[in-house]
């Protein structure tokens, strides 16, 4: 019998210690099947932020490095300077990527460092007590704002993917989500094109990852889908906003092209 889906090589063996309903599992799935559709076990270098995804190195069997709070793309600059044929990507969370490392992610893509940054946006901070993030959608409750994200006191949502894609050293950036198995398999896609990027030496890319937090959202898993569907892609539309690659102009299957 033909054997048509399995582990991949490089997700070990393991439980994962998320929150029922998370999909940082999914986003560790599809990163360990990209790392093997490229063959990069031997040569990838992850930089987990700190964050849920501060584990990386229990669940991904690759070299990792671990980041001070909000210099992920610090770190992997210097890493894919001293070793500029590995193969860097840094794993972070809304509020080490979009609050406190802000800066770095920033002139990390303007100057073009051929690095990956994988994003994981659950809206809220999830590790340290359900704070409000700079991703946390208006009118959302949390710990911090227990009336709701107000724009006049609280500012805006930040919309990573939009405010990097015009930066002249970005190659590719793209927004996905991971609550239903169609949208997993162009997640899948646009992490790959991503990949593609750093290969080719163009640049620095980006995927934005729309996922779950059933903890801090107060929500049952199920719950969770439908609130992405209904307040969550309205915020935060899926697609890519930038690709230079030679196949920027074929079909993805991913919204918002």
Not at 3 to 11: I, M
Request: proline content about 6%.
């Amino acid at each position: 019998m033909q054997k048509v889906f399995a582990r991949p090589a490089t997700l070990r063996e393991t439980g994962f210690h998320f929150c029922p309903g998370c999909h940082h599992g999914i986003a560790h799935r599809l990163l360990c099947e990209t790392l093997d559709h490229f063959d990069l076990q031997e040569k990838a270098i992850g930089v987990p932020g700190v964050g849920c995804g501060v584990f990386l190195y229990d669940y991904v069997a690759i070299d990792t490095c671990e980041a001070p709070h909000g210099r992920a793309t610090a770190v992997a600059t210097g890493i894919k300077r001293v070793l500029p044929e590995h193969f860097v990507f840094t794993y972070q969370g809304d509020g080490d990527l979009a609050a406190i490392g802000i800066a770095e992610v920033i002139h990390t893509a303007n100057r073009g460092e051929n690095v990956t940054v994988l994003f994981i946006n659950n809206s809220v901070y999830g590790m340290t007590g359900g704070q409000m993030a700079p991703t946390t959608l208006l009118g959302q409750r949390t710990t911090t704002s227990p009336s709701g994200r107000d724009h006049h006191n609280d500012g805006y949502p930040l919309r990573m993917t939009e405010m990097l894609a015009p930066l002249e050293g970005v190659a590719f950036a793209a927004r996905v989500c991971l609550h239903t198995p169609a949208h997993v398999k162009k997640a899948r896609r646009a992490l790959q094109r991503a990949f593609e990027a750093q290969l080719d030496k163009r640049g620095f890319s980006f995927v934005e990852f729309l996922s779950a937090c059933p903890t801090n959202w107060g929500l049952a898993p199920q719950q969770c889908i439908k609130h992405i569907d209904e307040k969550v892609l309205p915020a935060f539309p899926p697609g890519i906003y930038k690709d230079t690659g030679a196949g920027a102009g074929q079909d993805t299957g991913t919204e918002g092209e």
